[in-house]
């Protein structure tokens, strides 16, 4: 039985120009399509067949990556249940004149293995941890998971929901559409969600700059579960809205819809809670523009986000400290 170390797959990126959001770093939804990569590697070998992401449980960017250095992905698969495997991602950046690196992205993805009728099978191999450091990475693991299915089952009543709130209950919002082509697939006819998360990204990037209006990075993506896979073919909508406004941060949240076309059927993919750093002409965090609540919507979705900031940075802490505790 492999333990976890065994599971540990290793990718290395340059980070070159057209890898850039913010000028001379690299683009937050290019890292979060990297580390889905190096997870479904990791995840595909341990499941052996086909994989896809069912949900993220946290993307804590905690440094930018940037152009010129290495990119350093680790993934490793830290527990198995019956048809899911819970994996961890961890990036370093790496400078390539002095070979100094430091941790500059946490994340915990969670894979689920399929059949060719994409409904979920066993993982036919179990994860043993070799040691108590393995041991309490996979009792974290646990612990996530337990959290997951609370949480989804929170959701589950409004899996159905497909509508926007009226215009005048969303002062701030943005919409993009795209059509899933066969490339975009890696497993049979469905869309490999790491193209979706570049996407969705740049949906809350781009709604971001229009109020900060200036430059903006991605600091965080909080729990997402998907509902519902992405078939080619069809039409991937990202409806993306201002939810709570800080110093210099902002969450946006975004749904992301897929469409039939020639029928019309829409379901509910996922929804995302997106956190952005407004950034100066010095990358450095600026303030960002005050925004208060006025409509009974703005209102929830302001106190939702206020909730969730407050679990961020307390998981952040925790993030902070392990790795103090690492360095020694």
């Not at 290395?12 to 890898?19: K, R």
């Not at 579960?225 to 969450?251: K, Q």
Request: hydrophobic share 40%; charged share 25%.
């Amino acid at each position: 039985m492999p333990s976890i170390a065994d599971s540990v797959v290793e990718m290395v990126q340059w980070v070159f120009p057209e890898h850039a959001g913010a000028p001379g770093q690299i683009h937050g939804g290019r890292m979060m399509q990297w580390i889905t990569e190096a997870g479904t590697l990791a995840a595909g070998r341990v499941a052996r067949g086909q994989v896809v992401l069912g949900a993220t449980d946290d993307i804590d960017f905690l440094h930018p990556v940037r152009v010129g250095q290495i990119a350093i992905l680790k993934a490793q698969v830290e527990y198995v249940g019956t048809s899911s495997l819970e994996v961890g991602v961890r990036v370093w950046a790496e400078d390539v004149k002095t070979g100094a690196r430091e941790v500059t992205l946490n994340s915990h993805l969670v894979f689920v293995k399929m059949g060719e009728d994409m409904r979920p099978r066993p993982v036919p191999v179990k994860i043993a941890p070799a040691d108590a450091a393995e041991a309490r990475l996979a009792e974290a693991a646990r612990h996530r998971r337990a959290e997951r299915l609370a949480r989804f089952a929170q959701k589950a009543a409004r899996l159905s929901d497909t509508t926007t709130e009226p215009d005048g209950e969303m002062r701030w919002r943005f919409e993009s559409t795209r059509s899933v082509l066969p490339e975009d697939a890696l497993f049979g006819n469905t869309m490999f969600v790491g193209k979706m998360l570049m996407a969705l990204d740049e949906a809350g990037g781009i709604l971001s700059m229009r109020y900060c209006k200036g430059q903006v990075m991605t600091a965080c993506l909080d729990a997402l579960d998907f509902y519902s896979p992405i078939f080619t073919h069809e039409v991937v909508t990202f409806r993306a809205g201002l939810n709570h406004v800080g110093t210099s941060s902002l969450e946006i949240g975004v749904k992301v819809l897929s469409e039939v076309p020639w029928s019309g059927e829409v379901r509910h993919a996922c929804t995302a809670f997106l956190t952005f750093v407004h950034l100066g002409p010095d990358l450095r965090p600026r303030r960002c523009p005050p925004f208060t609540p006025e409509t009974p919507g703005e209102r929830r979705r302001w106190s939702e986000a206020v909730a969730r900031r407050e679990l961020r940075l307390e998981r952040v802490k925790r993030l902070k400290a392990a790795l103090s505790n690492e360095r020694g």
